[in-house]
C-alpha cells in the first residue's frame, strides 16, 4: 500500500475550507427553477393491469395538464408498446406513435388551461437478467423494465406510463395482478384487496416525484407502525422470516434520523424484495434483492444507508447539474456514523480505507470534482462520489464543530425539503 499522496488530497481540502466560510445548511442551496414547458403534466393518475406469464401490462394514464394554447405535445413511452385510445375530456383525439413518442394535437383555445388527458395503452417487458453483472459496479443488472412470473420491475426509464422530459408530477396508481402478485411503490397505501382473481392495491403520492418506479412479486406482507408512520415489508414466501427484523431495524434508523434531521418526510416506509439484485432506495421505500437481504450485515448498514436517503437524496433532492452531494452525506451519515457509534478506532479505520481506495484506486485520468459526480459506473468512479465526498463533510465537521454541524444538517433538512439543491455554488 502506498501513502497517502496529498497532491491529490489538496482539493478536498480546498472544498473543505471553502465550504467552511458559509453556514452548514448552506451547504444545500437551493438553485434558481427551470423555465416552465408550455405543457406540463401536474397528476397522473394509473390504472396498470399486470400479466406476469406474459411479461405484458394493460394501462391507463389520466393525465392532468397545464397547456398553453393548441399545442402539439411529444410524450415519452415505451417503444414495445401499443397505443389503443386517446380520450381528451371525454372524445378520441388522432395521435401519433412510432418508435416511443406518442405525439398529440391539444384541440385547447387560447390561454394556460388545465385539462384531462386519457392515453390507453398496453406493453410487453422483457429486459433480459443476463447471469452477471454489466459490470462489477451496475448490480441492477442494467435493468429497466421486465415483468415475469418471478417478479416484476419497472423504472421510468422503461416507459410504463407516458411522461413529458423534466417531469415532475404527483401519482395515484392502481395495480392490478393475478391474486397473490402483489405490487408496491412510491406514496401511501390508500386501499388494496382482492376482487375477481386479483390483487389490487392503490397509492397515492402526497409531493411530485420526477418519476414513479413500481415493483411486483408473490410477496407476504407484514406490516408495523413508527408513530402513525406504516411500516411495511414486502418478502418472498422462502425469505419472510426476515421481515420482522426488517422492520424493527427500519424503526430504529428513523427514531435515531428523526433526532438527527428532523421529522420522517414520507407518508410510509417499505422495505421489498427483488428477484434480481438491487440496492435501490425510493421515496418512501426501498428495494433490496433477494441475495442481497438474507445477508446478515446488511441490516446494519445497507439498509440504514437507504433510509437516511430517505432525507437526503429523495426529500432533499439533487440538482446532478451541479453534482451528486447526496451519495457522500448518507455515506458519512450511515456507514461511517454507524461505526463510529460502535467505537472511534472502527471510525477511523473506516475514514483511513475510504482515503486507501481514494489514493489506490483514482489516479489523474480518473479524478474529477466533485461537482461532475452523478453516480458510480465504477471503482474509481466511487472513490471519489461516495469516499471525497464524505471525507468533505468529515472534515467540515471538525472545522465547524459539533453542534453547529448537527445543527445545521437538520436546519438544511427542514429548509429545503423536497427542494432541488446543489453546491456548485460554494466552490
Not at 458559509?22 to 397522473?44: E, G, K, M, N
Amino acid at each position: 500500500m502506498k501513502p497517502v499522496d496529498w497532491a491529490i488530497m489538496r482539493p478536498m481540502i480546498k472544498n473543505i475550507l471553502t465550504i467552511c466560510g458559509f453556514a452548514l445548511y448552506a451547504l444545500l442551496v437551493l438553485l434558481p427553477a427551470p423555465l416552465r414547458a408550455a405543457t406540463t403534466i401536474l397528476h397522473h393518475d394509473l390504472q396498470v393491469r399486470l400479466f406476469p406469464g406474459e411479461a405484458r401490462l394493460e394501462g391507463r394514464d389520466a393525465l392532468r395538464l397545464t397547456v398553453e394554447g393548441k399545442e402539439k405535445v411529444v410524450f415519452r413511452l415505451s417503444p414495445g408498446a401499443r397505443v389503443e385510445r386517446v380520450v381528451l375530456e371525454g372524445r378520441d383525439i388522432p395521435f401519433e406513435f412510432e418508435q416511443g413518442s406518442l405525439r398529440v394535437s391539444l384541440p385547447v383555445a387560447g390561454g394556460r388551461s388545465q385539462i384531462i388527458l386519457r392515453v390507453d395503452y398496453q406493453g410487453r417487458f422483457q429486459d433480459a437478467i443476463p447471469g452477471q453483472p454489466v459490470h462489477s459496479e451496475d448490480p441492477s443488472y442494467g435493468i429497466a423494465g421486465t415483468i415475469s412470473p418471478k417478479g416484476a420491475f419497472l423504472s421510468p426509464a422503461a416507459g410504463w406510463y407516458p411522461d413529458l422530459p423534466g417531469g415532475n408530477a404527483t401519482f395515484r396508481l392502481r395495480v392490478e395482478a393475478p391474486a397473490g402478485f402483489e405490487g408496491i411503490t412510491a406514496g401511501a397505501l390508500v386501499a388494496e384487496g382482492r376482487k375477481d382473481g386479483q390483487s389490487y392495491s392503490v397509492w397515492q403520492t402526497a409531493r411530485p416525484l420526477s418519476g414513479l418506479t413500481l415493483a411486483a412479486g408473490p410477496y407476504r406482507m407484514e406490516r408495523d407502525l413508527y408513530g402513525d408512520i406504516p411500516l411495511l415489508a414486502y418478502f418472498y414466501p422462502e425469505n419472510e422470516h426476515l421481515a420482522q427484523t426488517y422492520l424493527a431495524a427500519v424503526k430504529a434508523y428513523l427514531e435515531m434520523y428523526s433526532e438527527l434531521f428532523g421529522p420522517y418526510p414520507y407518508e410510509k416506509f417499505a422495505v421489498a424484495e427483488n428477484f434480481f439484485p438491487t440496492g435501490y432506495g425510493f421515496p418512501s421505500w426501498t428495494l433490496l434483492g433477494s441475495s442481497v437481504v438474507r445477508l446478515p450485515f446488511i441490516v446494519e448498514t445497507s439498509l440504514g444507508h437507504e433510509v437516511a436517503h430517505s432525507w437526503w437524496g429523495n426529500a432533499v433532492k439533487v440538482d446532478y447539474a451541479s453534482g451528486n452531494w447526496s451519495e457522500g452525506l448518507t455515506t458519512y451519515v450511515a456507514d461511517h456514523l454507524y461505526k463510529e457509534r460502535s467505537s472511534p478506532e472502527e471510525a477511523l479505520e473506516y475514514r483511513r480505507k475510504i482515503l486507501r481506495d481514494y489514493t489506490t484506486l483514482v489516479d489523474d485520468e480518473s479524478d474529477f470534482p466533485l461537482s461532475s459526480f452523478t453516480s458510480r459506473d465504477s471503482a474509481a468512479s466511487q472513490a471519489v462520489g461516495y469516499g471525497k465526498a464524505a471525507m468533505v463533510f468529515h472534515m467540515l465537521r471538525r472545522l465547524v464543530g459539533e453542534a453547529p454541524y448537527w445543527e445545521g444538517l437538520k436546519r438544511a433538512s427542514a429548509e429545503r425539503l423536497h427542494q432541488r439543491v446543489g453546491w456548485s455554488e460554494l466552490k
